[in-house]
């Protein structure tokens, strides 16, 4: 009997070590952090789609006639706001490309808004906008941290699900799926340079 | 045969593979080391300025634990201010653990631009806007006019003005015993306290050995423990304490006044100092692309 419980103790103390040695809790902790990198991505997209409201409205007053520029903005503000990625989705790349297509719609139309701006300096020298500005300088940078950090929480993920032997671990009792990372191309190439000197 | 070879040729490949999976990282300009309060490797700053801004800083440090530090560079090398930035923030770990207030002024001479980047615990206060504010209208003007040192000086006192009353520092708790008479009061509680509790009752070490731990540790730390360690420590006092008990009941007259020695250790000299002004470096802050950025 004491001799049973014994081999019981040890064998189950064995199969933890291997459960620890492939893998099982490093996956699991690698997910963890890919979900808290996309806290992060999510609330700074937040943080920029809260501006947005005060910006069009400060730059009507000043900038009447940019009616089309100034309707683009808030349409894609609202079009971006509708589509959210929860954080069980993260592995599905047509939620992630929709989501990544609605907020990079934002950004451009943000841009242009911001190109138009060049033309009213009564505007620019409003302090009013002036501080705008700056806060959505600061969001889209924060956007740009939040992102590079959730797609390196991603490519640690991915990679510690794939390798030896892991992908056994994974496929026998985890069953975890590969995160989607942002793709570079559109967000590189139209990111809005919000900066006025 | 063939199996076994297999397996082995496989295992022998994932191991190769291993070696190589290193990661692919280092791009843009070097984060340079954080020599103190203010990094001028820029030469931006004259002595006196650089000595009135430490003093200041430290200041702002002892009172608040809010960290901030000044670094200037030659120049970026082609790298972008707001990736660099974070990059130093991401090294240096300004600001404290848990409370990431830490604010770092950067500042490129050569390509004439400057940000400041602030921890998340400070955006409260010194918000986007406010950084924003603090670079257009006091730093940019001085910098345009080659008032550097001015721009530095007043700039961070902005930045200090802002951040202050936001935190209070974690009392670095004044020990009662300082640790390096630990082991002494150790000696003393086992050789002394718990052989005369057992006088009076034979199990009474036992308990006492479990207070005794934890009390120690909170005496010797000013209060500041976990829960958890405590908990180990009323372990382990507690078999010190059984072990107390379990020995030698004949031995009736202890070691009582061979103790002198020990009390007369605890003197006034061993109370731990507040600190100077030195740099500790960082605290342990992160930083997640807060602040603004612009340029003269």
């Known amino acids: ?197 | 045969m063939g199996l076994r070879r297999q397996a082995a040729v496989i295992l022998a490949a994932a191991a190769v593979l291993c070696l190589f999976l290193g990661p692919a990282e280092s791009f843009g300009l070097d984060v340079p080391k954080l020599s103190g309060r203010v990094n001028d490797y820029g030469n931006m700053i004259s002595p006196q300025a650089r000595a009135t801004l430490e003093a200041e800083l430290a200041a702002l440090e002892r009172a608040d634990s809010t960290q901030v530090v000044v670094l200037t560079m030659p120049s970026l090398e082609g790298d972008v201010i707001e990736e660099f930035s974070i990059r130093v923030g991401d090294a240096w770990k300004i600001g404290q653990k848990g409370k990431d207030n830490g604010v770092i002024f950067i500042v490129s001479k050569a390509d004439r631009k400057l940000r400041i980047e602030v921890g998340r615990g400070l955006q409260g206060v010194l918000t986007d806007l406010q950084t924003g504010r603090i670079i257009d209208t006091v730093i940019k003007p001085r910098f345009k006019q080659n008032r550097f040192d001015d721009g530095f000086l007043e700039g961070t006192r902005d930045i200090i003005a802002a951040s202050r009353g936001e935190f209070k520092p974690t009392p670095k708790a004044t020990p009662y015993i300082s640790p390096n008479r630990y082991f002494e009061v150790f000696l003393v509680a086992v050789f002394l306290v718990l052989p005369f509790l057992r006088r009076i009752n034979r199990f009474l070490p036992i308990p006492a050995g479990a207070a005794g731990g934890p009390l120690l540790h909170v005496l010797s730390t000013g209060g500041a423990a976990s829960g958890s360690t405590l908990g180990i420590l009323a372990v382990v006092g507690g078999v010190v304490g059984l072990f107390v008990a379990g020995i030698g009941s004949s031995k009736k007259h202890g070691h009582h006044g061979s103790g002198g020695g020990f009390l007369d250790s605890f003197g006034g000299s061993s109370w731990s100092s507040g600190g100077g002004s030195d740099f500790g470096g960082g605290g342990g802050g992160s930083f997640d692309g807060g602040g603004s950025s612009g340029d003269w």
């Open chain 1, 1 to 197: 009997m004491k001799k049973y419980s014994l081999f019981a103790l040890i064998t189950v103390l064995l199969a933890l070590s291997l459960l620890q040695g492939c893998g099982y809790n490093t996956m699991q902790a690698n997910e963890e952090s890919v979900k808290a990198a996309w806290g992060d991505v999510e609330s700074s997209y937040q943080r920029r789609a809260d501006l947005v409201p005060n910006l069009v409205e400060t730059v009507k007053a000043y900038a009447k006639h940019e009616r089309e520029t100034l309707a683009a903005v808030t349409e894609a503000r609202s079009k971006a706001g509708s589509i959210t990625v929860t954080k069980a989705m993260l592995d599905d790349p047509q939620a992630m490309a929709k989501f990544q297509q609605a907020q990079g719609a934002l950004s451009s139309s943000l841009s242009r808004l911001m190109v138009v701006v060049e033309k009213y300096p009564d505007l620019k020298a409003n302090q009013g906008f002036q501080d705008l500005a700056h806060q959505l300088e600061g969001t889209e940078n924060r956007i740009n941290v939040a992102r590079s950090r959730y797609n390196k929480a991603v490519e640690t993920f991915n990679t510690s699900i794939r390798i030896f032997p892991n992908n056994l671990t994974n496929s026998m009792l985890l069953h975890l799926k590969l995160k989607e990372p942002f793709k570079a191309d559109e967000g590189a190439a139209t990111a809005p340079k919000v900066k006025f000197q």
